[in-house]
T-cell receptor, first 116, second 111 residues
Framework: DAGVIQSPRHEVTEMGQEVTLRCKPI?????LFWYRQTMMRGLELLIY????????DSGMPEDRFSAKMPNASFSTLKIQPSEPRDSAVYFC??????????????FGPGTRLTVL | GENVEQHPSTLSVQEGDSAVIKCTYS??????FPWYKQELGKGPQLIID?????GEKKDQRIAVTLNKTAKHFSLHITETQPEDSAVYFC??????????FGAGTTVTVRA
């Protein structure tokens, strides 16, 4: 398997523009997580899904952020409108079905977002 | 929610020496404690984890210890090698899913 795939790897946009980040989880994984990493706040969980259903979105910073998972192999994180403080690296991670205490989250390579 | 503190923020060791990173957590309900390694330009990768019913776990040169009473856990890397240079994150969670990460430790192994 190719691992978790994220696109684009780098995104530069101007303040006010809409940004869409994409993620393809590992096949067979039923948990999907979106994280944001910054120097100031570290690695923060934004939202996670189980079987395509959002379970906890308490980490989503504000209404400008939204995430969807229309099917088991695709998820998006959208920021509209974007602001300079949204600049960060966004990671998607996936995890296999729970069983036997197996918990590993497999991270993608991340999308580096710069909002000018 | 869970709050995880991690120390030190940077650690420089001579190749072959040991490295120790310490974390404390606040939620006594936390029962799963993974450690992730992040190399430059990549996503974090799990290197070892421990559950609350175990006090210590070892995997080759890496070991993790857990003290539930004191609410702290540590990562030990022995016989460090240049490829151990990376950022290490501890994390804790009470429900297996919602990880709270420490701020990270940048480890540099000097040749």
């Amino acid at each position: 398997d190719a691992g978790v795939i994220q696109s684009p790897r780098h995104e530069v946009t101007e303040m006010g523009q809409e940004v869409t980040l994409r993620c393809k989880p590992i096949s067979g994984h039923d948990y999907l997580f979106w994280y944001r990493q910054t120097m100031m706040r570290g690695l923060e969980l934004l939202i996670y899904f189980n079987n395509n259903v959002p379970i906890d979105d308490s980490g989503m910073p504000e209404d400008r952020f939204s995430a969807k998972m229309p099917n088991a192999s695709f998820s998006t994180l959208k920021i509209q409108p974007s602001e300079p403080r949204d600049s960060a690296v966004y990671f998607c991670a996936s995890s296999p079905p729970r069983g036997g205490g197996y918990n590993e989250q497999f991270f993608g390579p991340g999308t580096r977002l710069t909002v000018l | 929610g869970e709050n995880v503190e991690q120390h030190p923020s940077t650690l420089s060791v001579q190749e072959g020496d040991s490295a120790v990173i310490k974390c404390t957590y606040s939620d006594s309900a936390s029962n799963y404690f993974p450690w992730y390694k992040q190399e430059l330009g990549k996503g974090p990768q799990l290197i070892i984890d421990i559950r609350s019913n175990v006090g210590e776990k070892k995997d080759q040169r890496i070991a993790v210890t857990l003290n539930k009473t004191a609410k702290h856990f540590s990562l030990h890397i022995t016989e460090t090698q240049p490829e151990d240079s990376a950022v290490y994150f501890c994390a804790a969670t009470p429900n297996d899913y919602k990880l709270s990460f420490g701020a990270g430790t940048t480890v540099t192994v000097r040749a």
